[in-house]
């Protein structure tokens, strides 16, 4: 057995480090879905009647629609009426300030070091966290309101912003999109609503920490931002989830919106429990994410760093439909032991001049399976589109593997696509170099691996960069024993 | 400072090495010198715990400790460097990243103090001027994409930051042309001191003009055949080592 094979056994055994259930006390409602728990879900949120009805469309949409198998990944087949969806803190009383957050969250978010303490926030990072499906507390709000910003829980955002909520939801991601977005749609519990106005450039990052927490409670998270002309946004997620036996289905929708001469820079890293060694429990993680770029030279910018969950179905993409409009995609995705990945974007150029770049660095570890799928169109008058694709794979061990499946489809002659791909396998050579250096066997690895992914961790917000560094590391720790 | 006893070594199943007695002593230069295949970079490799080389039997004592058994990032770090024949690339890794790390594993096992970014670029800096290097090599990836002759001249720049109190050329004049040679040669001479011994493998006496050494050896078939001083590297340019296979076979 080769060295770093080895060091891929040695890695599997690590522990998640972040397995741990909080007792709190749930407001969890009876396993299984019919019209009734979706009129359940609402009536607690205390949604108008319109919100209702769409949930209902989009369920009944649902019922209609097969779950889909075409990507490269296998699971256990999911029992949709074994699911409870709906779950949130018992304390439901407004809060008033951090102090009265249940200290048993509280304390949770600490162990994950969650930036919720007051020098996080007075480092500029708003956060706003959601325990299971409700938000316990949102800060920074009111500074960001004197600037016209809405940042706040996507069931506030409701009740407060309707007729923004209204204009938008669904506008990106239509409930009937697929299987996933479609049962998102009919009982998502909450999520974040960000709206920045014209020519406002937020200043500070805004972030979210989701965190899974109740036994067979799926997650079904909501986000909608949208940036008005001339306005600029940078919007950092970052996920844990505690160990658990069941896997725990997940399937998110995330929708942005930007409009003429609009950023949106969205950046996700994800760390969802991936199961144990034998490939038991992890997260099935079944995201729709995508943006529109609206009006002219608008620039929507997805940056994901992808290291957890037991099953990755993701495809965060770009609308370009203004003219000049910009669309890009960097990813990282770390599969290791058992975990699979079927994760890309699809560019869809649509307006004049618009251009789009995809980065994607797949590793595999284990028996991890790793694939990229990416889709480039260029419609018929997206003249002098653009599109620069790269996708590289690093293998880490011999018993682990990597798929590239790109897709042109290409209807403007005056298109230039350009596709590279690599793969390559993490050398003995390599670790051997780094050794007979000084440095040890581990850090060589880490060294290698964030090498690899330097184009990727460069569009990362700094702190985040740090973070994703570290979240790679403890993917692959261990591995060197 | 070394001693090796009777090291014998294989590679895939191959006995390379079929015991090789060799002391060095402090600010000695020791030349190796051989046809191909006759295991002289088999020896510098398992000397610096390259693991495709497996010593199946012999000792070799380095500063009084026993060599085989540490791993090969602490050899590095208790002062063996291995200046590679075919360095390797190691894309998106910054090269004074990359040596800084290395410099302070070095400094942490010493229990010195680790160097910050603005001592380490100071020490760099000196660095990259003794030996004539352009600081271009700082900014790049690991031997990404450099030429055959900026590798070489890398791996000495990796030296000369390193310090190493044994340091072992594996063949470090293969693919360069006579400037580069010059250049290289110059940094292995700047860094000889009477603390400080190296092990030079080279198939070729031209190297040995530049960098002038102590002891030559001649290896053939996986054994030491013949050892002199400087006039026997001279000797074995004008015959050719076909004579010292034979002579090594008549013993």
Redesign the interface.
Known sequence: MS?ATKQIEELANTEYKYGFVTDTEQDIIPVGLDEDVVRLISSKKGEPEWLLEWRLKAFRAWLKMEEPHWQNVTYAPIDYQGVSYYAAPSEKKKLNSLDEVDPEIRATFDKLGIPIEEQKLLSNVAVDAVFDSVSVATTFRSKLAELGIIFCPFSEAVKDYPELVKQYVGSVVPHTDNYFAALNSAVFSDGSFVYIPKGVRCPMELSTYFRINAKNTGQFERTLIIADEGATVSYLEGCTAPMRDENQLHAAVVELVAHKDATIKYSTVQNWYPGDRNGKGGIYNFVTKRGICKGDRSKITWTQVETGSAVTWKYPSCILQGNDSVGEFYSVAVTNNFQQADTGTKMIHLGKNTRSTIVSKGISAGRGQNTYRGAVKIGKNASNARNYSQCDSLLIGDRCGAHTFPYLEIKNTTAKVEHEASTSKI????I??????????E?AIN??V??????VFRELPMEFAVEAQKLLGISLEGSVG | MLQVKNLKVRVEDREILKGINLTVNKGEVHAIMGPNGSGKSTFARAL?????YEVTEGEVLYNGQDLLDM???ER??EGV??A?QY???????NNAY??K???N??RK?AGVDELDAIDFMKLVKEKLKLLHVDDSLLQR?VNEGFSGGEKKRNEIF?MAV?EPTLALLDETDSGLDIDALRVVSEGVNAMRSPDRAFIVVTHYQRLLNYIVPDFVHVLSDGKIVRSGGRELALELEEKGYAGQTAAGARK
Do not use: N, W
């Open positions: 060295t050398g003995e050579d390599q051997f170099y780094c050794e007979s250096r000084g440095i040890s066997k850090d060294m290698i964030s090498g690899f992914c330097k184009e | 610096s715990g390259h693991p495709g791993d090969p990032d590095a770090r460097f291995m590679f360095p390797v690339e190691i894309p998106g890794v990359f040596l790390a290395a410099l594993a070095k096992q990836s990796h390193l």
